[in-house]
Every structure is written in structure tokens, then in C-alpha cells.
């Protein structure tokens, strides 16, 4: 199940920075993300190009793959429970849930794995790219090489890191660690929050 996916850098919370976002607080100050990255395949991604839509960044160093696979499938499939024992490129296609009393196509929710491994030679880049192709070849998986993660939202090293952005391509909260069942609510009420959102 999502099994390229689940290969990739997945997430986890537990440490919660109070920077962005309280259900209670319609319209807290919230920064612009810019980011852009390669994947596996040398291919530019821009978060810019997911607006309209909520975007989970799931980082983390090879460390934390294990429980970060475990993280990001399940919160893929609570969004789009469709994805459950398909092919993985179909699963990353799968339909999101939709949103009761929604005008129009609901927002999705793209659960989207980084990779964090820091500045290296370009000649480690290829073995590196060449290596996730092989153990991740359905899904791609942006290559952090710049520290891009970690000097602008900061990583707890050896552990599941994430950042939600929201609709707007704004960081709306971000948070690091493993999380425990309290913690995991809040994730998804982060984000069902941001989903139906309206400005």
C-alpha cells in the first residue's frame, strides 16, 4: 500500500511552535513559502503551483524514514481513502475526500516527501538521485541539497519534521517530532481547518 510513497520521507509532530495557526484565530499573520527543490528524476518543483490547495512538507534525514513511511501514509489515506491497497501511482492520484455542503471541487491535500540531506558534491547528488530512483520510482521525492528545510523552518535531526502550508502557499504551522494520538488530532484539524478556509 502507497508503497513508493511510504519509501519516501514521510512526517511526524510533537513539538508545536507557536508560530501560525489556532482554530479559534480565523486570521492569524501567517508568512509566504517559497521553495524550490529537485526530485529524483532532476525535475523542478515550486510550492508555488499548489495553490488553492493544502501542502504537507514532510522532511527528515534517513533516520527517521522508518516512522516517517508509517506518518505520511497514513495521513495520505485519511485524505484520500481510495489510495488503500492500489498501485502506488495510482494511489498518488487518488481522489480527496470531499468537504460536506463544498461549492465545487474540494481542496486537496498534497502530502509531499523531502528529503533532507544537506549541501553535497554533484557527483554524490547523481549516486544520490540514482538511488532514490531505484527504491523510489512512482513518487517523487524533492532532494533537499541546499538545507532549505532547516534554515527556514528548522529540523529535529533523527526524527519526523513537517511544515503545513496553506491555500494560499502561506506556512500556516509546523511542528517536530513523533507525535502521540493528541498531537496527531491536531494535525488533522490543522488541516481540515485550512481546507475549508475561506478569505
Known amino acids: ?5 511510504s519509501s519516501a520521507i514521510g512526517f511526524g509532530v510533537l513539538f508545536v511552535l507557536p508560530v501560525v495557526l489556532a482554530a479559534d484565530n480565523p486570521q492569524p499573520t501567517r508568512p509566504a513559502v517559497s521553495i524550490s527543490m529537485p ?10 503551483a499548489y495553490k488553492g490547495h493544502v501542502v504537507v512538507l514532510l522532511y527528515g534525514n534517513k533516520a527517521s524514514a522508518k516512522r516517517n513511511k508509517q506518518l505520511g501514509e497514513a495521513l495520505h489515506l485519511h485524505y484520500h481513502p481510495t489510495a488503500k491497497n492500489v ?3 495510482e494511489a498518488a492520484k487518488a481522489e480527496v475526500s470531499a468537504i460536506a ?8 491535500v498534497h502530502v509531499i516527501p523531502v528529503a533532507c540531506i544537506g549541501k553535497v558534491p554533484d557527483s554524490v547528488k547523481f549516486l544520490i538521485r540514482r538511488g ?10 524533492w532532494l533537499d541539497f541546499e538545507n532549505t528545510m532547516k534554515d527556514n523552518f528548522g529540523v529535529r535531526e533523527d526524527q519526523p519534521n513537517l511544515i503545513v ?10 511542528s517536530m517530532g513523533d507525535p502521540d494520538e493528541k498531537t496527531w488530532k491536531r494535525v488533522i484539524e490543522v488541516v481540515d481547518f485550512l481546507r475549508t478556509e475561506k478569505k
Open 87 to 89: 498501485a502506488p501511482k
Open 1 to 5: 500500500m502507497l508503497k513508493a510513497l
Open 165 to 174: 502550508v496553506d491555500k494560499e502557499g502561506k506556512l500556516a504551522w509546523r
Open 39 to 48: 526530485d529524483q528524476f532532476d525535475d523542478r518543483h515550486n510550492i508555488g
Open 101 to 108: 455542503n463544498w461549492q465545487g471541487a474540494a481542496p486537496n
Open 132 to 141: 532514490f530512483r531505484s527504491d523510489v520510482p512512482d513518487v517523487p521525492v
